[in-house]
Protein backbone atom coordinates (compact mmCIF):
# COMPACT_ATOMS: atom_id res chain seq x y z
CA UNK A 1 0.00 0.00 0.00
CA UNK A 2 1.79 3.50 -1.11
CA UNK A 3 2.29 6.08 1.77
CA UNK A 4 2.88 9.60 1.03
CA UNK A 5 5.04 11.56 3.95
CA UNK A 6 5.60 15.04 3.74
CA UNK A 7 8.35 17.11 5.79
CA UNK A 8 7.89 19.15 7.36
CA UNK A 9 4.22 19.32 8.89
CA UNK A 10 4.89 23.08 9.14
CA UNK A 11 7.17 26.08 8.06
CA UNK A 12 7.87 29.55 8.62
CA UNK A 13 9.76 31.59 6.97
CA UNK A 14 10.31 35.28 6.41
CA UNK A 15 9.28 37.11 2.83
CA UNK A 16 12.11 36.83 0.02
CA UNK A 17 14.04 33.18 1.52
CA UNK A 18 14.25 30.09 -1.02
CA UNK A 19 12.24 27.04 0.55
CA UNK A 20 12.19 23.46 -0.16
CA UNK A 21 9.23 21.16 0.96
CA UNK A 22 10.06 17.80 0.60
CA UNK A 23 8.38 14.19 -0.17
CA UNK A 24 8.83 10.96 0.14
CA UNK A 25 6.73 7.91 -1.22
CA UNK A 26 7.22 3.96 -0.63
CA UNK A 27 6.22 2.69 -3.58
CA UNK A 28 8.16 3.59 -6.50
CA UNK A 29 5.81 1.81 -8.81
CA UNK A 30 4.00 5.52 -9.79
CA UNK A 31 2.64 7.11 -13.06
CA UNK A 32 3.09 10.60 -11.70
CA UNK A 33 3.15 13.17 -8.95
CA UNK A 34 1.28 16.15 -8.33
CA UNK A 35 1.62 19.15 -5.81
CA UNK A 36 -1.20 20.84 -4.55
CA UNK A 37 -1.76 23.83 -2.72
CA UNK A 38 -5.03 24.37 -0.61
CA UNK A 39 -5.89 27.38 1.59
CA UNK A 40 -7.77 27.09 4.55
CA UNK A 41 -11.39 25.88 3.96
CA UNK A 42 -10.79 25.29 0.17
CA UNK A 43 -10.28 23.14 -2.46
CA UNK A 44 -6.85 22.14 -3.79
CA UNK A 45 -4.99 24.23 -6.96
CA UNK A 46 -3.31 21.83 -9.05
CA UNK A 47 0.92 23.52 -9.10
CA UNK A 48 2.67 21.09 -11.06
CA UNK A 49 2.81 17.34 -12.34
CA UNK A 50 5.45 15.64 -13.05
CA UNK A 51 5.47 12.42 -15.23
CA UNK A 52 7.39 9.15 -13.49
CA UNK A 53 9.77 9.56 -16.64
CA UNK A 54 10.54 13.67 -16.13
CA UNK A 55 13.13 14.73 -13.21
CA UNK A 56 11.42 18.09 -13.07
CA UNK A 57 9.13 20.76 -13.51
CA UNK A 58 9.17 24.41 -13.47
CA UNK A 59 6.07 27.17 -13.49
CA UNK A 60 7.31 31.04 -12.46
CA UNK A 61 8.83 30.32 -9.07
CA UNK A 62 8.02 27.05 -8.34
CA UNK A 63 10.20 23.62 -9.19
CA UNK A 64 9.21 20.02 -8.84
CA UNK A 65 11.55 17.42 -9.02
CA UNK A 66 11.22 13.50 -8.92
CA UNK A 67 13.85 11.17 -7.94
CA UNK A 68 11.44 7.79 -8.92
CA UNK A 69 14.22 5.54 -8.13
CA UNK A 70 14.85 6.75 -4.43
CA UNK A 71 10.52 7.76 -3.96
CA UNK A 72 11.40 11.48 -3.39
CA UNK A 73 10.12 14.72 -4.66
CA UNK A 74 10.89 18.44 -3.61
CA UNK A 75 8.92 21.76 -4.26
CA UNK A 76 11.63 24.65 -4.30
CA UNK A 77 9.76 27.74 -3.89
CA UNK A 78 11.86 30.79 -4.91
CA UNK A 79 11.57 34.49 -3.04
CA UNK A 80 8.90 33.60 -1.30
CA UNK A 81 5.67 35.64 -0.79
CA UNK A 82 2.94 36.22 2.15
CA UNK A 83 0.69 35.12 -0.69
CA UNK A 84 2.59 31.64 -0.67
CA UNK A 85 1.25 31.19 2.51
CA UNK A 86 -1.07 27.55 2.32
CA UNK A 87 -0.85 24.18 2.83
CA UNK A 88 1.19 22.05 -0.21
CA UNK A 89 -0.01 18.65 -0.57
CA UNK A 90 2.01 16.14 -2.29
CA UNK A 91 0.16 13.47 -4.15
CA UNK A 92 1.05 10.09 -6.21
CA UNK A 93 -0.73 8.13 -8.61
CA UNK A 94 -0.05 4.80 -8.79
CA UNK A 95 0.95 2.33 -12.19
CA UNK A 96 -2.47 1.54 -13.51
CA UNK A 97 -4.98 3.01 -11.20
CA UNK A 98 -6.32 6.41 -10.97
CA UNK A 99 -6.30 7.51 -7.48
CA UNK A 100 -4.12 9.65 -5.90
CA UNK A 101 -2.74 9.15 -2.60
CA UNK A 102 -1.73 12.22 -0.65
CA UNK A 103 0.22 12.92 1.80
CA UNK A 104 -0.90 15.09 5.02
CA UNK A 105 0.65 18.21 4.03
CA UNK A 106 3.02 21.23 4.87
CA UNK A 107 1.66 24.27 6.21
CA UNK A 108 4.01 27.26 5.16
CA UNK A 109 3.55 30.54 6.83
CA UNK A 110 5.52 33.53 4.81
CA UNK A 111 6.26 36.37 7.33
CA UNK A 112 6.09 39.95 5.81
CA UNK B 1 -18.88 28.92 -14.71
CA UNK B 2 -15.30 27.84 -15.14
CA UNK B 3 -13.02 24.90 -13.51
CA UNK B 4 -15.15 22.70 -11.38
CA UNK B 5 -18.06 23.74 -9.20
CA UNK B 6 -19.56 22.12 -5.92
CA UNK B 7 -22.90 22.43 -4.20
CA UNK B 8 -23.32 23.39 -1.62
CA UNK B 9 -20.78 25.13 -0.08
CA UNK B 10 -21.96 24.09 3.47
CA UNK B 11 -23.93 22.01 4.99
CA UNK B 12 -25.80 20.67 7.99
CA UNK B 13 -27.24 17.52 8.48
CA UNK B 14 -28.93 15.43 11.01
CA UNK B 15 -28.66 11.57 11.62
CA UNK B 16 -31.62 10.75 9.93
CA UNK B 17 -32.02 13.16 6.62
CA UNK B 18 -31.23 12.38 3.22
CA UNK B 19 -29.03 15.51 1.38
CA UNK B 20 -26.98 14.96 -2.19
CA UNK B 21 -23.82 16.87 -3.06
CA UNK B 22 -23.59 17.99 -6.87
CA UNK B 23 -20.64 18.42 -8.72
CA UNK B 24 -19.83 19.70 -11.87
CA UNK B 25 -16.98 20.23 -13.95
CA UNK B 26 -16.86 22.68 -17.43
CA UNK B 27 -13.35 20.82 -18.36
CA UNK B 28 -14.46 18.45 -20.77
CA UNK B 29 -13.19 15.58 -18.74
CA UNK B 30 -14.35 12.31 -18.79
CA UNK B 31 -12.95 11.13 -15.31
CA UNK B 32 -14.37 12.50 -12.06
CA UNK B 33 -13.62 12.09 -8.26
CA UNK B 34 -14.85 12.38 -4.76
CA UNK B 35 -12.65 12.89 -2.02
CA UNK B 36 -13.13 12.90 1.66
CA UNK B 37 -10.64 15.20 3.94
CA UNK B 38 -11.24 14.85 7.60
CA UNK B 39 -9.17 16.81 10.18
CA UNK B 40 -5.63 15.69 11.00
CA UNK B 41 -5.91 13.05 7.72
CA UNK B 42 -4.82 12.75 4.57
CA UNK B 43 -7.50 13.52 2.00
CA UNK B 44 -8.63 9.74 0.59
CA UNK B 45 -10.18 8.82 -2.39
CA UNK B 46 -13.80 7.63 -1.91
CA UNK B 47 -14.62 6.96 -5.89
CA UNK B 48 -14.56 7.18 -9.02
CA UNK B 49 -15.80 7.65 -12.52
CA UNK B 50 -14.40 6.72 -15.96
CA UNK B 51 -16.85 7.68 -18.78
CA UNK B 52 -19.26 7.47 -16.46
CA UNK B 53 -18.86 4.04 -15.41
CA UNK B 54 -17.70 4.08 -11.56
CA UNK B 55 -14.48 2.15 -12.20
CA UNK B 56 -12.87 2.36 -8.02
CA UNK B 57 -14.58 2.53 -4.79
CA UNK B 58 -12.94 2.54 -1.97
CA UNK B 59 -14.57 0.60 0.56
CA UNK B 60 -16.93 3.68 1.54
CA UNK B 61 -19.84 2.74 3.63
CA UNK B 62 -23.39 2.60 1.71
CA UNK B 63 -24.27 5.42 3.29
CA UNK B 64 -22.87 7.27 0.54
CA UNK B 65 -24.28 6.72 -2.63
CA UNK B 66 -22.74 8.11 -5.72
CA UNK B 67 -24.18 8.88 -9.30
CA UNK B 68 -23.06 9.80 -12.17
CA UNK B 69 -25.47 10.75 -14.98
CA UNK B 70 -22.87 11.79 -17.73
CA UNK B 71 -19.50 12.57 -17.67
CA UNK B 72 -20.05 16.45 -16.77
CA UNK B 73 -21.85 15.77 -13.43
CA UNK B 74 -21.59 13.98 -10.04
CA UNK B 75 -23.35 13.45 -7.12
CA UNK B 76 -23.24 11.87 -3.35
CA UNK B 77 -26.26 10.57 -1.96
CA UNK B 78 -26.12 10.94 1.57
CA UNK B 79 -28.18 9.34 4.13
CA UNK B 80 -28.40 8.29 7.88
CA UNK B 81 -24.95 9.52 8.01
CA UNK B 82 -22.98 9.70 11.44
CA UNK B 83 -21.16 12.75 13.33
CA UNK B 84 -17.71 10.90 11.94
CA UNK B 85 -18.77 11.58 8.61
CA UNK B 86 -18.34 15.26 9.03
CA UNK B 87 -15.54 16.25 6.76
CA UNK B 88 -14.74 18.70 3.92
CA UNK B 89 -15.67 16.79 0.76
CA UNK B 90 -13.95 17.61 -2.54
CA UNK B 91 -14.64 16.73 -5.66
CA UNK B 92 -12.21 16.33 -8.81
CA UNK B 93 -11.86 15.46 -12.66
CA UNK B 94 -9.16 14.76 -15.40
CA UNK B 95 -8.92 13.45 -18.57
CA UNK B 96 -8.41 10.42 -18.08
CA UNK B 97 -6.31 8.10 -20.78
CA UNK B 98 -3.94 11.40 -21.76
CA UNK B 99 -0.93 11.48 -20.33
CA UNK B 100 -0.69 13.57 -17.79
CA UNK B 101 -4.30 12.97 -16.07
CA UNK B 102 -3.67 15.95 -13.80
CA UNK B 103 -6.91 16.22 -11.55
CA UNK B 104 -8.73 19.47 -10.88
CA UNK B 105 -10.24 19.86 -8.11
CA UNK B 106 -13.68 22.02 -6.92
CA UNK B 107 -13.83 24.16 -3.50
CA UNK B 108 -15.42 21.55 -1.64
CA UNK B 109 -18.37 20.92 0.45
CA UNK B 110 -18.22 21.28 4.04
CA UNK B 111 -20.33 18.67 5.81
CA UNK B 112 -21.61 18.81 9.75
CA UNK B 113 -23.18 15.90 10.73
CA UNK B 114 -25.49 16.47 13.96
Known amino acids: KQEVTQIPAALSVPEGENLVLNCSFTDSAIYNLQWFRQDPGKGLTSLLLIQSSQREQTSGRLNASLDKSSGRSTLYIAASQPGDSATYLCAVRGAGSYQLTFGKGTKLSVIP | ETGVTQTPRHLVMGMTNKKSLKCEQHLGHNAMYWYKQSAKKPLELMFV???????ENNSVPSRFSPECPNSSHLFLHLHTLQPEDSALYLCASSQAGTGGNEQFFGPGTRLTVL
Open chain 2, 49 to 55: YNFKEQT
